[in-house]
């Protein structure tokens, strides 16, 4: 079993719909936990960071966390072209340790 | 800031030969990282230092890859030999120690082809 599964995708939505997407992973202790966008040639950028369970939203981002279910989300509102990308999650179970999941394409359609 | 500095972008070598990849972190950060990325496996943690002390290599495949930070500013990734099944995209990144908060900063990477 893979330490963070997301679904690679490619996921396809329209301009100015709501983008979903979501990672489990596996270390029950984990504490914290992150999204990582990754443009097609680039190196990833950190975009979101969660660290309770609940909700937390930045601009058009929203991410989600639940640990009972060991589950991290993230919603993108109004969707762009300019949001087409692989996004990453990441989790870090201890240290300084930082686990990616494989990446979901993300495809904004005009 | 110039951000991390990553060496060469691209490498194109034959079988067998050795590759060093090399990897100035960010000033005042001290944890530095390497990761591997391919399509089938994604994102890889092959190894991380804390001011320049390797912590975590449990992630480097075999003995052919060895890693090194001689001093805050410098890291190098060394495959020897290298073999086609090691071609992918190698990540360098740096954070100040990793609290709540901190986030990874990467560099360009180096595109590695090993025929």
């Known amino acids: 079993q893979k330490e963070v599964e997301q679904n690679s995708g490619p996921l396809s939505v329209p301009e100015g719909a709501i983008a979903s997407l979501n990672c489990t992973y596996s270390?029950?202790?984990?504490?914290?936990f992150f999204w990582y966008r990754q443009y097609s040639g680039k190196s990833p950028e950190l975009i979101m960071s969660i660290y309770s369970n609940g909700d937390k939203e930045d601009g058009r981002f929203t991410a989600q966390l639940n640990k009972a279910s060991q589950y991290v989300s993230l919603l993108i509102r109004d969707s762009q072209p300019s949001d087409s990308a692989t996004y990453l999650c990441?989790?870090?179970?201890?240290?300084?340790?930082?686990?990616f999941g494989t990446g979901t394409q993300l495809k904004v359609e005009l | 800031d110039a951000g991390v500095i990553q060496s060469p972008r691209h490498e194109v070598t034959e079988m067998g030969q050795e590759v060093t990849l090399r990897c100035k972190p960010i000033?005042?950060?001290?944890?530095l990282f390497w990761y591997r990325q391919t399509m089938m496996r994604g994102l890889e943690l092959l190894i991380y230092?804390?001011?320049?002390?390797?912590?975590?290599d449990s992630g480097m495949p075999e003995d052919r890859f060895s890693a090194k930070m001689p001093n805050a500013s410098f890291s190098t990734l060394k495959i020897q030999p290298s073999e086609p099944r090691d071609s992918a995209v190698y990540f360098c990144a740096s954070c100040p120690l990793m609290a709540p908060g901190e986030k990874l900063f990467f560099g360009s990477g180096t595109q590695l082809s090993v025929l």
């Open positions: 990441a989790v870090n179970g201890g240290g300084n340790k930082l686990t």
């Open positions: 230092f804390n001011n320049n002390v390797p912590i975590d």
């Open positions: 270390d029950r202790g984990s504490q914290s």
């Open positions: 000033s005042g950060h001290n944890s």
